[in-house]
């Protein structure tokens, strides 16, 4: 037994070593526990919560458009759509064919969901089809148990109930481009739709508001286990424009198919009522996506209707810019309004020959006349004598050749020509023939018809210089606030040159003679001022000249004059300017001047209506 | 020299007790430490399954019921009856692992079990014991001196290496490492010189770059992502990276009984299984950890006792062998999670939802209560009962 004792005692001190071996393993365990679970635990941790929460953007509701009488013009609609879970169904294709007896289900939209559902997991909820109607919704829930793995889901999606009225002022929403990239992460969400052009575009921020968030339980395949926190985004701003839509409406009807711009404006606060642009569009077709066709249409169509004439649209003035050149001519001191020119019909300067409208002449003609008949031949004289330098000048302080700066994306600047903008721009000294072409509203000078009815707001508001708006709120970013009291700074211009300006414009309208006196206004307190144009597209040759000039009617419609009528009213105490260009619509006095009658009675009608109601209302 | 346990206690010297005496006999300490080892995996199990005994705590409830009935079983049989069937036992494994071997090559992939029907047998498990049995039994009899012979050694060797080379041919690369180091600590337990291990482990070395050749793809690939689990967060490395977060998140005290979100989300994978430990650790911290981790060093001292206690060699050697089986398993799998070694896929003993493991660590727990039982049977050369 001496080798069994021998044996145990080795087998003894081994133990021990092995003992110990496993207790130095021990020890690196616990110390690799005290490691992770006390040195790295909150580098842990954070990984943890990171795996768990996921944190989900909730969007909010996009602020509704409204007309100053709060006529909802853009709000959110339900849309119905049709999910499908491939896991809770058991078999897809058995499902979709189920759908399909209820909803038509092309092959292209079965092919698209497959495919999804090999990319997604299989819980993933799947859009079937969007913007189903009411009727479809419920014979999908009444069918629900044959229809395993179906839902139904409301989204919100952008509906505009007034359709191609006011559309050019609201815009539309569309998905998402690179371009529109801020930072907001609600641009991330699908589906998320933002203001592409408009009131939509430019106050894009109000409307959108602030996302929500919601923090959600996720477990290791995405699925989403429980909320841990809900934190509500705020809706977007109620946005109010100045429009009346009952008036842009009846504006756009009087415009008819014509390709045609019309605005009116308050003339104090800047406050623009109407702004109608004739062909239109619906913009709820790009919420919902045109098709090719659609979209070529809209592009191609000479008549432009994706186009806000009022102000993308630039014409030359015509006989309107008239009113400009008369008071530079004042404000210079260069005329006195009693002094006369004498119109033969035609004036020259050098070998070139000057025509008047009217081909026998206006005989003596002074400011007024001049005004009233719309004289070409006295505007020459009078524009010679000005230079255009000055006229320009005078033309910008009243909004002409600069934007208005409207609260809408896309406005023109217009031209003023002048001598420093001809060197620079075409490299060629100024005429001074081109003068005289500029000082009828020919040549050069463009103007867009909010210009134009800026321009004849500043006039009637005793020459201070209005800014034109839409919406009725200041809004800054993502906030709205009252707008202060208007506080315009001057133009500059003496009131009484003002004045026999707006003499001029009484007599245009209202007096026998005066070129819209047949669109004149005779209700007693409604009467209006204004001045007509019409703005030649084409050069009349010598030879078409002595065989007569062709009536507009001959031509073909891209040769025709546009017309052009700016008008303000109440002669007394004036409140509105109104601006009417009619694209080769033919005489401004014979096509736009009525058109502008018509809406300007229109416009003084609500006005009398709202002010005896609101009155009514005191006394009620 | 005086042994006095022989002389004193006469009553247990007698070479037959009946097996009342020896339920008598039975340490229900080591047995409480087994049940309140297992009572951690069914709590834990309970929480995997998201407060539910389906589908895992009351199966593993039931096998581990199961297990401590072969565990008493097992105990009151004679230990020189399993001296004596040591190398038939060891036989019967191998011939049930080239079966499996047969087997898998017929079938597809890896094959590891033999279904029984009621129970998926792995050989591999049986043989973790029937070799230390063996070996047990091949140095009960040998003297330091017949130890000391290098050719002595080449019989136990080749015992320990056919079976190691069938088990990676499997491949079941843990389990290859387990009897590797098993039998070494036999081998060291019956006075090996260190020398000797130091010229084994450096052949095994040197051996590495050639048996690297010999490892499946995701073999490799394991260890390279033990080496960097960083480098695939996603693919591979996902497990041991999302079972370093469970366990670093679960802090000093835990997020609370079945509260754990890595395991509650399944982030954690295999979380009733090899990765149960950090489910544990995630709920329960570091403190439950430790605590874990003071059960198994009790139990693995209390083999201790009953091994040194034992009078036999070949009942110490199985008492040592079982008890540092027990050790590998415990401290590979959790090593493994905690990322000190490579993922094996090595169960946490008692505790991983399982049904083999269960039954076998219980069996081997049961030969160490038979080496507690038998502690002052002397053991002839051969197994008889005199010396």
């Known amino acids: 037994m001496y080798h069994d004792n021998d044996r145990s005692k080795t087998f003894s001190r081994r133990a021990m070593m092995l003992a110990g071996g496993k207790a130095a393993l021990v020890s690196a365990l616990a110390g690799r526990m005290y490691y992770l679970q006390v040195v790295e635990s909150d580098k842990y941790t954070m990984l943890a919560e990171d795996n768990r929460v996921s944190l989900r953007l909730l969007a909010p509701p996009r602020g509704p458009i409204l007309d100053r009488n709060g006529i909802a013009m853009a709000i959110n609609q339900h849309n119905y759509r049709v999910l499908v879970v491939a896991e809770a169904s058991p078999s897809l294709d058995y499902t979709l064919d189920a759908l399909s007896r209820i909803i038509t289900l092309t092959d292209h939209d079965r092919a698209r969901i497959h495919k999804e559902t090999r990319r997604r997991r299989s819980f993933v909820p799947i859009t079937v089809r969007e913007n189903l109607s009411w009727e479809d919704v419920a014979r999908i829930e009444v069918n629900a148990p044959d229809l395993p793995g179906v839902l139904i889901d409301v989204g919100q999606s952008r509906f505009y109930p007034l359709e191609s009225l006011g559309a050019h002022i609201l815009g539309y929403v569309a998905a998402v481009s690179e371009a529109d990239l801020t930072n907001d992460p ?86 623009v009522i109407v702004m109608a642009s004739t062909p239109s569009f ?55 309004p009693a002094q006369t020119v004498f119109c033969k019909g035609h004036t020259e300067m050098g070998s070139i020959k000057f025509h008047c409208w009217k081909k026998g ?198 040769e025709r004059d546009h017309a052009l009528f700016v008008a303000y009213a109440p002669e007394e105490n004036p409140r509105f300017a109104i601006a009417v260009v009619v694209e080769h619509g033919g005489g401004g006095s014979a096509v736009a001047a009525p058109i502008a009658r018509d809406i300007m009675i229109e416009v003084q009608k609500r006005e009398r209506a709202r002010v005896a109601g609101s009155a009514g209302g005191r006394e009620g | 020299m005086m042994r006095p346990t022989q002389r004193l206690s006469s009553r247990l010297n007698r070479t037959e007790m009946n097996w009342r005496e020896k339920l008598w006999h039975i340490n229900w300490t080591l047995i409480a430490l087994l049940a309140a080892i297992a009572s951690v995996g069914f709590l834990n199990l309970y929480s995997a399954a998201g407060g539910s005994l389906e589908p895992w705590a009351v199966k593993q409830m039931i096998r581990f019921g199961l297990g401590i009935c072969i565990l008493i079983g097992v105990a009151v049989i004679d230990l020189r009856v399993w001296m004596r069937h040591a190398y038939l036992l060891y036989l019967v494994s191998m011939v049930l692992l080239v079966l499996v071997e047969v087997k898998g090559t017929i079938g597809m992939g890896a094959q590891r079990w033999i279904d029984l029907g009621f129970i998926q047998l792995q050989p591999s498990e049986i043989m973790k014991i029937a070799l230390i049995l063996s070996l047990a039994r091949y140095f009960h009899g040998a003297t330091l001196q017949d130890v000391g012979r290098p050719v002595f050694l080449l019989p136990p060797l080749a015992m320990v ?18 009897l590797l180091m098993s039998s070494g600590a036999i081998f060291f337990m019956a006075g090996v010189r260190l020398w000797k291990f130091g010229v084994l482990i450096g052949a095994g070395l040197g051996a590495i770059p050639v048996a690297w050749q010999f490892l499946h793809d995701y073999q490799k690939k394991r260890v390279m992502i033990f080496l960097s689990p960083d480098s695939d967060p996603l693919g591979a490395g996902y497990h041991i990276t999302q079972s370093k977060i469970a366990l670093g998140s679960g802090g000093v005290f835990g997020k609370g009984y079945m509260m754990g979100t890595q395991s509650g989300l399944n982030f954690l994978p295999e979380k009733q299984t090899d990765f149960i430990f950090t489910m544990f650790a995630e709920e329960w911290g570091m403190m439950g950890g430790l605590f874990l981790l003071g059960l198994y060093v009790l139990l693995i001292a209390y083999g201790y006792a009953i091994a040194l206690r034992c009078r036999s060699q070949f009942g110490r050697l199985v008492g040592l062998g079982i008890t540092t089986t027990f050790f590998l398993y415990f401290f590979i799998n959790t090593a493994m999670v905690m990322g000190l070694v490579p993922v094996v896929g090595v169960p946490l003993p008692l505790i991983s939802y399982g049904g083999t493991a269960m039954l076998s660590l219980l069996f081997g727990w049961g030969l160490v209560m038979s080496t507690y039982i038998h502690r002052d049977h002397p053991i002839g050369r051969r197994g008889s009962y005199e010396d």
Not at chain 1, 235 to 248: C, E, K, S
Not at chain 1, 296 to 323: C, E, H, M, V, Y
């Open chain 1, 361 to 558: 002449g206006h005989g003596s003609v002074d400011l007024i006349a001049g005004i009233k008949h719309s004289c070409d031949v006295y505007f020459y004289e009078v524009a010679r004598r000005v230079g255009i330098d000055k006229i320009a000048e005078v033309a910008r302080r009243f909004g002409l050749g600069v934007p208005t700066g409207i609260d809408l994306p896309n406005e023109r600047n217009g031209l003023m020509p002048d001598r420093d903008w001809k060197r620079k721009a075409l490299k060629q000294p100024w005429h001074p023939g081109e003068t005289l072409i500029n000082g009828i509203g020919q040549g050069y000078c463009l103007a867009t018809p909010l210009q134009l009815a800026t321009m004849t707001a500043r006039i009637a508001n005793g020459g201070l210089a209005v800014v034109p708006h839409v919406a009725r709120d200041h809004i800054d970013g993502k906030d709205a606030t009252s707008r202060s009291a208007p506080n315009w700074p001057s133009c500059g211009v003496q009131q009484k040159n003002l004045a026999l300006i707006r003499k001029g414009m009484n007599a245009v309208s209202n007096e026998p003679g005066g070129t819209a006196f047949r669109a004149r206004i005779d209700q007693e307190g409604m009467w209006l001022s204004g001045k007509t144009g019409t703005a030649q597209v084409r050069r009349i040759t010598m030879r078409e000249r002595e065989t007569g000039v062709k009536k507009n009617e001959e031509l073909p419609w891209k």
């Open chain 1, 282 to 336: 619906d913009p709820n077709a790009f919420n919902r996506g045109l098709t090719p066709d659609e979209w070529k249409d809209l592009i191609n169509n000479p008549r432009a209707p994706l186009q806000n004439k009022a102000i993308s649209g630039t014409f030359a003035p015509g006989s309107t810019f008239k009113l400009i050149v008369a008071l530079a001519a004042l404000e210079s001191g260069q005329i006195n």
């Open chain 2, 161 to 178: 290496l056919a079976p190691v080379g069938l088990v990676l041919k499997q491949p079941d690369l843990g389990t290859a490492m387990m």
């Open chain 1, 186 to 271: 609600l641009e991330e969400l699908p589906g998320f739709r933002v203001g592409k052009a408009g009131v939509e575009k430019i106050y894009d921020l109000a409307l959108r508001g602030a996302g929500g968030t919601s923090s959600v339980e996720v477990n290791a395949v995405g699925r989403v286990i429980r909320e841990l926190e809900r934190r509500e985004g705020e809706p977007g701003v109620d946005l109010t424009l100045t429009l009346d839509i009952r008036l842009q409406e009846y504006a756009a009807q009087r415009l008819g198919d014509e390709s045609a711009a019309a605005v009116v404006m308050d003339i104090h606060s800047g406050e």
